[in-house]
Each structure stands twice: as C-alpha cells, then as structure tokens.
C-alpha cells in the first residue's frame, strides 16, 4: 500500500512570496490533515478535511494560508504572502476515517525556509 | 482545553540502558492517548496507542506506556534500547467531537549512544 505523498521535499522562497505544497493521501482515506511543525515544537493543526468538506480549520492563519482538498482526494496547501514566521516542516496525513481509533498515517513533509 | 506536556526535550542515554519519555496531559473529558515516532527524515509513524481496557500497552519493537488518570500521565519506557530507537517521539492526546483531533506535545529526541 502506498503511503502518503508530498511534494516537494524542500522549498527556499523569500517573504513576500507564494508557494503551494501538494498532498496525495492514501487511498480511501477520507480524513485529510494538514500540520505545521515549526522547529522545536510539536505539529500543530492547521485544516482538516472529511471527503472534501472541512471540519477544522480555526488554527489555519485565513489572511494568508489556503486550502483545498479536490473531489476529496487530493490537496494543496497555499501560503500567500508568505512571511519569516512561517518556515517549518508542513505535515500531510490521512486516516480511514475521523474515529478516535483510527490511525492517522504521515507524509514525509515539505520543509519550507523563507529568507 | 486540552494540552500535552512533554518536559524533556532530549534525552540522551547508552545502548541496552533503560529509558522513561515522560507525557502529561490535560483535559477535562475522556481522553485517548497516542505515542508516534519520527526517524531521521521520515514522517511521524504510530507507536502504540491507548483507548480504553488495560492501561498498558506495548509496542512491537519493545516500548511499552501506562495510562495513569489519577497522575494524568503517559510515560513511554523501553528496558533497553538499541542504537536504532534514536529519533523524536511525540505524545498526543485526541478528543472526539464527530470528529477526531490530535494534539501533539513538543517531541523528545532520544539520543542513543554505543
């Protein structure tokens, strides 16, 4: 079974600038989470998507970030303009479903530095 | 609100010794608690898990963590560790709602030396 899918591995862009992360959950995976991990801290929820509808999104900074999740399967991640702040490691994740016992799966994450 | 407490940042510690990550967390209802672990450039992979029963569960590669109410606590321990338990480990706390959300502590990274 594939995993979760990222892309890309690492972005360098400067302030002010736009960039957009892809994600390419597991298939079947109706739950799609995005997390920010800034160095030194723990992730942080940033949306989350059931199908194609969110159901968490008060953590996501709305003046600058955006995110959709197409026909529920794939997403993207947009931070425009992006600022010092936000360089970090930005997690995908899926799980079957939003139950309790259901094991949320991780992508290997889009490390993003802005100069 | 919820919130998980990880105090240490890095602990480092010699292969085959015993280890303890401790986990605190708070919340005010039914909690269910998770480790996940993070390699050297990988994502974060589950490591066990607690919803309900026995208050200890384990690990496939040796961890194992109690769920204390009274002390609000999820200690991960492993009686000894090898050279490849080196990584970053997360506890998390989720709390269902119609929906499940994870909240991670800060990460301890377990350093294990020859």
């Known amino acids: 079974e594939a995993g979760v899918a990222q892309s890309p591995r690492y972005k360098i862009i400067e302030k002010r600038q736009s960039v957009a992360f892809w994600c390419n959950p597991i298939s079947g995976h109706a739950t799609l989470y995005w997390y920010q991990q800034i160095l030194g801290q723990g992730p942080k929820l940033l949306i989350q998507?059931?199908?194609?509808?969110?159901?968490?999104d008060s953590q996501l900074p709305k003046d600058r970030f955006s995110a959709e999740r197409l026909k529920g399967v794939d997403s993207t991640l947009k931070i425009q303009p992006a600022k010092l702040e936000d360089s970090a490691v930005y997690l995908c994740?899926?799980?079957?479903?939003?139950?309790?016992?259901?094991?949320?799966?991780f992508g290997q994450g889009t490390r993003l530095t802005v100069v | 609100a919820q919130s998980v407490t990880q105090l240490d940042s890095q602990v480092p510690v010699f292969e085959e010794a015993p280890v303890e990550l401790r986990c605190n967390y708070s919340?005010?209802?039914?909690?269910?608690l998770f480790w996940y672990v993070q390699y050297p450039n990988q994502g974060l992979q589950l490591l066990l898990k607690?919803?309900?029963?026995?208050?200890l569960v384990e690990s496939i590669n040796g961890f194992e963590a109690e769920f204390n109410k009274s002390q609000t606590s999820f200690h991960l321990r492993k009686p000894s560790v090898h050279i490849s338990d080196t990584a970053e480990y997360f506890c998390?706390?989720?709390?269902?709602?119609?929906?499940?959300?994870?909240?991670f502590g800060t990460g301890t990274r377990l350093l294990v030396s020859p």
């Open positions: 607690y919803l309900s029963g026995s208050t």
């Open positions: 998507f059931q199908n194609n509808g969110v159901v968490d």
């Open positions: 919340s005010s209802v039914s909690v269910y």
């Open positions: 998390a706390v989720s709390l269902y709602t119609g929906f499940q959300k994870l909240v």
């Open positions: 994740a899926s799980s079957l479903e939003s139950s309790v016992n259901t094991e949320a799966f």
